[in-house]
C-alpha cells in the first residue's frame, strides 16, 4: 500500500512538473513609436517568438516615459501581470527616450529629476507583479551630418544603462548596437529602412529625423520610423541581444527559417 501511495504521489508530482514546464512564456512590450505597430520593430519582433508563446506589443506613437502612464497604458500592463498564472515567465520589454526629450509639451521628461525616476519605477513595478523588466536603451534616429551619424539620444541612453545596473535588470543596448550598425551603412543604405522611399531631391538632414523640402509635397519619410525592411532588422537585433542578455529566452523564438 506504502509503495502504491509512493507511486500515485510520484506520478502526481511528475505531471504537475511537465505541466508546469509547458506552459509558454509571454513577452510584453512598452514603449514609443520606434517599437509600435506600423512605425516600428516591435510587429516583427512578436512575429519572431515561437508561436507556443505569446507576444503583446503595446507601444504607442508619441508616448515618453511619462505619458504612457498618465494615459492609463501602464495599468493594461500590470493588469496582464496580475493575471500570469497562465505563463511561466513574462517578460516586459520597456525602450522610452525619444518623447521624453525637450520640447514635447505634454509629453518630455527632465534628464535628471524624471526620466530615471519614471524608468526605475517600471522596472520595480514589474519586478513587484512577478514579471521580469528588461530596459531597451532607445533607437537611434539615422540622420547623418558630414558622414557622422548623429546620436543625440545618447544622454538617455545612458540613464537606462545606469537604471538598469541599479535595479539589477536584464539591459539591451539597442542604442549602442543600432548606432554601430547604422554608422557602418551610411546615410544612403539607412534610408532604405524608412516608411516609405526616401523621395528625389530630400533636403539636407535634421536633428529631429524628418525634413520639409521646399515647395515639395509632404512625404511619410523619415529617419526616425521603420518601414518593413528596417523593423525586421531591427526586430532581429533585438531578439539576438535579448537571447545573450537573459540566456533562458533563446529557445523561444522561431528557427531562423521560419522568421
Excluded at 105 to 125: H, I, K
Excluded at 187 to 194: I, M
Excluded at 232 to 241: D, G, N
Aim: proline residues 5%; charged residues 20%; glycine residues 8%.
Amino acid at each position: 500500500m506504502k509503495f502504491l501511495l509512493s507511486l500515485s504521489t510520484a506520478l502526481a508530482l511528475f505531471a504537475g512538473a511537465a505541466q508546469a514546464v509547458e506552459k509558454p512564456v509571454r513577452f510584453i512590450l512598452v514603449g514609443d513609436s520606434t517599437m509600435a505597430s506600423n512605425s516600428g520593430y516591435g510587429d516583427a519582433f512578436c512575429a519572431r517568438v515561437s508561436r507556443a508563446n505569446t507576444c503583446i506589443n503595446l507601444a504607442k506613437g508619441g508616448r515618453s516615459s511619462a505619458s504612457f502612464r498618465a494615459e492609463g497604458r501602464w495599468a493594461e500592463v500590470e493588469g496582464l501581470l496580475r493575471g500570469a498564472d497562465a505563463y511561466r515567465k513574462t517578460y516586459v520589454l520597456i525602450q522610452f527616450g525619444h518623447n521624453d526629450q525637450p520640447g514635447k509639451p505634454g509629453r518630455s521628461t527632465d534628464l535628471q529629476t524624471e526620466f530615471p525616476v519614471n524608468m526605475t519605477r517600471y522596472a520595480q513595478e514589474v519586478q513587484a507583479l512577478g514579471g521580469v523588466p528588461v530596459l531597451v536603451t532607445p533607437l537611434t534616429r539615422r540622420t547623418f551630418k558630414a558622414g557622422l551619424l548623429e546620436n543625440n539620444l545618447a544622454p538617455w541612453a545612458d540613464v537606462v544603462r545606469a537604471t538598469a545596473a541599479a535595479q539589477h535588470t536584464p539591459l539591451l543596448d539597442l542604442n549602442a548596437d543600432s548606432y554601430a550598425a547604422v554608422q557602418a551603412m551610411g546615410q544612403d543604405q539607412a534610408d532604405t529602412l524608412a516608411m516609405v522611399p526616401r523621395p528625389d531631391g530630400y533636403g539636407e538632414p535634421a536633428a529631429a529625423g524628418k525634413v520639409e523640402v521646399a515647395g515639395a509635397a509632404k512625404t511619410a519619410f523619415d529617419r526616425t520610423h521603420l518601414g518593413a525592411k528596417g523593423a525586421a532588422y531591427f526586430s532581429r537585433m533585438v531578439m539576438e541581444e535579448l537571447k545573450r542578455a537573459v540566456p533562458e529566452t533563446a529557445g523561444q523564438f522561431k528557427p531562423e527559417n521560419e522568421q
